[in-house]
């Protein structure tokens, strides 16, 4: 017995090691829900809530979820004792379906639309635009359009929208909280013509294809289905698309269920997708339209809407949730000089080119920003697509600053908070920073917010940041000061000698060789000031030396302390930040080298600055 139990052992782990190489991204990322339901609640109440006639829990714990695609509408329960403040969710669209003939040498495929996919945070509070404890989450998933393999003209189905919903406990009023559209199905004949499905849109709105498609939470003429359908009597319940031809995929006769469903024309078309409006059937001329995506903005914090690509392999909708502590931070951004007032989005206008202004601080999401580090932009909480931005890229005193669509690796949106001196530094021109324009000449007025040379005794630039660090006055700091050795700090390592090695060394009160002045963006020697932190040939390649040398002006020489992550970035390339790195006993601390790295947020890039 000891033998086969053995042998059974063995076999047990073989078996889950090669499910973790298989799956690796589902195993360490996501929990299927519906198994762990299982194993807690068993078989049948999981088949009843599938099939909405149960509402289940979610696990009091931060594990992120899996909700798959059930067929109907899924209810579960933010638990009544949450040990959490945040629900993150990832919404996904159904995509649209594929066309493939295998009868030829070489298979004929037509790709269906991408599923929109939209990411954000609910706050779970008893607040205003919180969810409270108890209340009841729903989830209506779409269903994919499938993969049509034939020879014969055809056109596939169109993928359903996916929408979550919530309600307060004892409340029948359902508030919308996202809808992630379906893409579009595919078209072909047998081998020459074909259309592919478009993927789902990121307005409210379904795109057009041989048809009309919806707007205002519509269905599209002869395509996909929108919210307005999946409503009955104001509670979310889903759709269906009902189609005469013998394609039934349950035995209600009903096809293509969804969030607004997905649609397929019967032969000479691809289906519109479904979503918050559906979009248009195609033609052999038309790819079919994907359907509109929407986010409540009054309710989700730091959302995100991307498109899947078109695909031979179409997914069904899906919705994973996780309850969190550890939701991204957001800052007001307050006029030091007057704290009354912060940075305003203007109206709370989403357009590009709406201004930034100086206005009465209210805690609205028009003055919530969240500063994303990773690539220094600054997002609005109205909507957490649009980003702080220099119009035009115009870097002459005056610019001015508006909102705009974020898009990456644009240094018109790359903006670095100054600890240092309170300054918001442009991410074209570092010597660049946010200005209110008269604001200190007129502190209790709303003005015009721009870019202006950065001058560190001008009121007009200085901004409170929450949960930023900052020092009281820079004149009397002295120590750069490791978080990760706090007994240490950054020293010369030959004194006060051009070339010297910046390395660290024990903290001393009574070395001068580790006494520095901040001057503008120039980190000299307090006692030598004309020796400066440099980096060396100014070369960013990670892990290049920084120096000390003859204070020259040059960019190699000029360094912004951020104090959104206590990092001292570049500002030859502000992507790139002082590390320390182990010295020769292996730890942090007496003879760690400082050099140069991709900026990363860890603690070997985190320095106090001290007196």
């Known amino acids: 017995m000891k033998k086969n139990n053995k042998s059974n052992q063995i076999q047990i782990c073989l078996l889950l090691i090669m499910i973790a190489l298989a799956e690796p991204a589902l195993l360490n990322a996501q929990w299927n829900y519906w198994t762990v339901m299982e194993q807690q609640y068993g078989v049948a109440a999981v088949s009843d809530a599938k099939n909405g006639e149960r509402s289940l829990s979610m696990q009091n714990n931060d594990k992120n979820f899996l909700v798959s695609y059930t067929g109907s509408y899924v209810d579960l329960v933010v638990p009544g004792s949450v040990n959490y403040d945040h629900l993150r969710f990832e919404v996904r669209g159904a995509d649209g379906g594929s066309r493939i003939n295998n009868d030829l040498i070489v298979p004929f495929k037509t790709k269906g639309g991408g599923g929109a996919l939209i990411k954000g945070y609910l706050k779970i509070g008893t607040g205003e635009n919180e969810v409270p404890p108890g209340s009841t989450v729903r989830m209506i998933i779409g269903l994919s359009g499938g993969t049509f393999s034939s020879s014969s003209t055809e056109g596939a189905a169109g993928g359903g929208g996916t929408g979550l919903f919530f309600k307060k406990p004892g409340d029948n009023s359902w508030q919308t909280v996202a809808v992630a559209g379906g893409g579009g199905g595919a078209y072909s004949d047998c081998c020459t013509s074909q259309k592919e499905g478009q993927s789902a849109s990121t307005t409210t709105s379904g795109l057009n ?284 390592h030959t004194g006060a000698v051009s070339g010297s090695n910046i390395q660290l060394w024990t903290k001393d009160d009574s070395n001068e060789y580790e006494q520095w002045f901040f001057e503008g963006l120039a980190i000299k020697m307090r006692n030598h000031r004309e020796l400066c932190i440099d980096l060396s040939s100014s070369n960013t390649d990670n892990g290049n030396n920084i120096q000390l040398y003859n204070c020259n002006g040059s960019n190699a020489q000029k360094w912004l302390y951020d104090g959104m992550t206590k990092s001292i970035r570049s500002v030859v390339n502000p992507d790139k930040c002082m590390q320390i790195e182990y010295n020769t006993d292996g730890a942090y601390g007496k003879r760690s080298n400082v050099n140069i790295y991709d900026c990363n947020g860890s603690d070997v890039q985190q320095f106090l600055i001290q007196e």
């Not at 005193?397 to 909102?403: E, M, R, S, T």
Request: charged fraction near 15%; hydrophobic fraction near 25%; glycine fraction near 14%.
């Open 209 to 492: 294809g041989a048809n009309k498609a919806g707007t205002n939470g519509d269905d599209s003429d002869g395509g996909g289905g929108g919210l307005n359908t999946a409503m009955e009597n104001g509670e979310p319940k889903g759709s269906w698309a009902d189609l005469s031809e013998p394609l039934n995929l349950f035995s209600s006769g009903k096809d293509y269920f969804g969030c607004g469903h997905g649609q397929k024309d019967q032969t000479f078309a691809g289906g519109g997708g479904g979503g918050y409006s559906g979009g248009s059937d195609g033609s052999a001329v038309k790819s079919s339209g994907g359907g509109g995506s929407y986010i409540n903005n009054a309710w989700v914090y730091f959302n995100e809407i991307t498109i899947n690509p078109s695909t031979n392999s179409p997914m069904a909708g899906s919705v994973v949730f996780q309850l969190t502590n550890d939701a991204p931070e957001i800052s007001t951004i307050q006029f030091a000089f007057n704290t009354s007032k912060c940075i305003d989005d203007y109206g709370s206008g989403t357009s590009n080119g709406n201004n930034i202004q100086t206005y009465t601080c209210t805690d609205h999401p028009n003055q919530q920003w969240y500063f994303k580090t990773e690539d220094r932009t600054v997002h609005s909480m109205v909507n957490y697509n649009k980003c702080l931005d220099l119009s035009n890229g115009n870097t002459s005193n005056g610019a001015n600053i508006q909102l705009w669509d974020c898009v990456g690796g644009n240094a018109n949106q790359h903006w670095v908070y100054n600890g240092l001196y309170k300054t918001i530094h442009s991410g074209k021109n570092s010597d660049k920073c946010l200005d209110a324009n008269g604001g200190s000449q007129y502190p209790n007025s709303n003005v015009n917010v721009q870019l202006w040379d950065c001058n560190y005794l001008n009121n007009n630039q200085k901004w409170n940041i929450d949960g930023a660090a900052t020092v009281a006055d820079v004149t009397f700091k002295k120590h750069i000061v490791p978080v990760l050795a706090t007994s240490s700090a950054v020293h010369s």
